[in-house]
């Protein structure tokens, strides 16, 4: 994992609109998974697949949720955006790192689903997740946006991010943020 399990955002804290929590412990037990897939699937809508690799790509009315979910938990360490205040799954967090669990690089992807965004739940989740990275050893995070995507990059901008030069994805915008230490 990206994080030891003390580094896991925990439960709401006041003032917090989103909780984040490792999807591990509930694809582990049936029902939670069944009732995570139920959730998810309606999250994953052609323009949010349309953001993420190639092989998380979803079909609304003939996709596999179970499949989709085993793709993704090989691809990166995930955590659950719920919203505190209705308790929905609002969408997901994913890390990836290059150098293994616990790694200094961290790259990092998120997507809400359409009628959760515009409600700053991207940058509460983001502004807890950086306070938590915080406080642990140094590290370094990467993310990207669409070029014409500036929300997210405001997103990004307010979580403490920095734009740097990177042109290796036509239409990105590469951001990096340094954390703990």
């Known amino acids: 994992m990206a994080f030891d399990a003390g580094d896991a955002v925990r439960s709401p804290a006041p003032g917090r609109k989103t909780t ?8 582990a037990d049936p029902r939670q998974r069944a009732t995570l897939g139920r959730a998810l699937a309606p999250l994953l809508t052609q323009d949010v ?19 989709w979910i085993d793709t993704a938990d090989g691809l990166a360490d995930i955590y659950t955006i719920t919203r505190n205040d209705t308790e ?10 290059p150098d293994g669990p616990g790694g200094a690089e961290i790259s990092l992807g998120y997507f809400l689903g359409h009628e959760h965004r515009g409600k ?10 950086v306070a938590q990275l915080d406080q642990g050893p140094p590290r370094r995070l990467f993310a990207g946006t669409d070029a014409d995507n500036p929300a997210s990059q405001r997103v990004l901008e307010k979580a403490g991010f920095t734009r740097i030069h990177d042109d290796t994805v036509p239409g990105r915008v590469a951001f990096t943020r340094h954390c703990g230490g």
């Open 120 to 129: 700053g739940l991207a940058s509460d989740m983001l502004a807890g997740l």
């Open 20 to 27: 984040l929590a490792d999807w591990a412990p509930l694809l």
């Open 49 to 67: 697949t349309a953001r993420l690799p190639a092989e998380l790509s979803f079909d609304q009315a003939t996709g596999d949720i179970d499949h």
């Open 88 to 97: 929905a799954l609002a969408g997901l967090l994913l890390l990836f790192s």
